[in-house]
């Protein structure tokens, strides 16, 4: 032990660890490729657009990265468990059609259509994780097949039961006002207008942070996607922690798709198709290890806004939209690369 | 042997063997695995299984620790007939197994990857958390306790040394209150300090008063610790010895297959020198 007060290390502290400074720690978290990420697009749009500045447009860029985070998180936990979810995008369209079609054939309240909705959506991802762990296959291939089936069951039963592409109107059924408020309202603070999604974003990503680093499921994730047979050898339940994770991201892909029927009344069914990238997207960018076992879900959060702020900066900066898949695209490259390289740094040990 | 020594010696025996295989098979299809094996293991003692790569070392570790159920003969844990279901259920029995590879998950924390599958909680309800503090401090003390100084207990473990690694596993089944180790070749992949170092730890579970099954393929380190030994030879036993009637040289021999071996030297005597060693390109010799 050293003595209290000495030029070496503190009391209880170990000599040999100079190396770890408050630099190097901040340098081995997750999320900072996706936090320099987001302060250069910032900067840049800032520069670039004028009314990219101005307070409304917080609203605007919040509303649009909350659409997003709110399936990132999950789908971060997923990425961190080692799997992938291809039917996420899709199965957020299903879950407002089944929702808003179920509610207008029983004229029953609103409200059972989006129980029945919630049922029938985490009967998606039980699916998904039943048929992940009992057949073994990829997930890539699991929910390719599943992504393929439900954008088929879109299409397919909404043209059967309404005839045409889109739901019918529930604008003036029961329950919608108060549906409406819980999944698509705002309130204004000023001048600028925040959707209530960015409070279900900030309560989604601040569970899952919850979950992932302080529960013992979120140790089991991290175990089961970096190393699923020592996982199970030491008696964490591989099978249950994979379906929870698919549970997570049907549950999430429920809150967006009530928000997509009550933001206006009727659902188009062709929606959804892309989507899944775009969360798979904002996870890597926040730092989620393609291979899984790394990663986080503010990270995820932070990928988002990083969506959120080009999408609306493009807009923004009166540029032709074309432009955005490129800065995503490019975005994209550049976090992934920055993240191996910040991993590697952080992770020398000698 | 001295008069303590006999006694220790009934003591266990009187006890009985934690883990007893008696005849034990195992097949994969038409692939005969595992043919009558048996094998005791007693409490403070270390049982060694030896056998060459492909001998059915990997198949005997599964069944002991669960992955794997036998096909015939009998599993007996403190005397009762067993089939594991899984390893949940042998860790659940008292049989802990460290694997030469899986043992941990590299980019996770020394602490997490201690408390893997059996973390500690605090609270109730939707706060019902991980004890993060209990983990970290009792990871640091557990290490220290088998004399593992570890730089810090938040580095990723993939960044410790081979050695290092199967300590804290050994550590981790010590702590959990394993009575029976079972260890995959821990000392494979090591030089030979690093060795020394990991048959040490090995020496210290076996003074806590555990049942400690060694795999290895090195006889010189198995005789160094073991009290029994086993020899594997495709699938089947070859050899079953205690200490007191086996050399480390009729070990080795047998180890080594024996006749086998002497042909081989023989062969490898006669062998005629090759007229030009290294086989190069012979462009450069030639004017």
Known sequence: MTAPGSTAAPDGADERLLRTSPLRKLLGRPELGSVVGAVAVFVFFALVADSFLQTSSIGTVLYAASTIGIMAAPVALLMIGGEFDLSAGVMVTSSALVSSMFSYQMTANVWVGVFVSLLVTLGFGAFNGFMLTHTKLPSFIITLGTFLMLTGLNLGFTKLISGTVSTKAIGDMEGFASARKVFASYLTLGDVELKVTILWWAALVAIATWILIRTRFGNWIFAVGGEADAARAVGVPVVRTKIGLYLGVAFAAWVSGQHLLFSYDVVQSGEGVGNELTYIIAAVIGGCLITGGYGSAIGAAVGAIIFGMTSKGIVYAEWDPDWFKFFLGAMLLLATLLNAWVRKRAEATT | ?287
């Open chain 2, 1 to 287: 042997m001295t008069a303590a020594q006999a006694r220790a010696t009934e003591d266990a025996e009187s006890r009985g063997a934690l883990v007893e295989l008696d005849h034990v098979s195992k097949f994969y299809g038409n692939i005969k695995a595992l043919t009558d094996v048996s094998l005791e293991v007693h409490a403070g003692e270390i049982s060694c299984v030896l056998g060459d790569n492909g001998a059915g070392k990997s198949t005997l570790i599964k069944i002991i620790s669960g992955l794997h159920q036998h096909d015939a003969g009998t599993f007996r844990i403190d005397g009762e007939d067993t089939v594991l279901a899984n390893p949940r259920d042998a860790l659940d029995r008292g049989i802990a197994t460290v694997y030469q590879d899986l043992a941990v998950v590299p980019l996770m924390p020394v602490w997490r990857n201690f408390f893997l599958g059996s973390e500690p909680t605090k609270g109730t309800g939707p706060f019902k958390r991980l004890d993060v503090a209990l983990m970290r401090e009792t990871t640091r003390r557990e290490l220290l306790r088998m004399g593992i100084d570890l730089r810090d207990v938040d580095q990723p473990i993939g960044t410790l040394s081979g050695g290092e690694r199967q300590c804290v596993a050994i550590a981790r089944a010590v702590y959990f209150g394993a009575k029976v180790l079972v260890l995959d070749e821990p000392t494979a992949a090591l030089g030979v300090k690093q060795s020394g170092v990991v048959l040490k730890y090995v020496a210290a579970a076996r003074d806590a008063g555990l049942g400690v099954v060694l795999i290895t393929h090195n006889p010189h380190h198995a005789y160094l610790v073991g009290d029994r030994f086993v020899l594997l030879k495709r699938g089947a036993m070859s050899g079953s010895h205690t200490k007191d009637d086996v050399t480390l040289d009729e070990l080795t021999r047998q180890m080594a297959g024996g006749s086998e071996l002497e042909e081989l030297s023989h062969e490898l005597e006669r062998a005629p020198a090759p007229d030009r060693l290294g086989g190069g390109p012979t462009g450069a010799d030639t004017p």
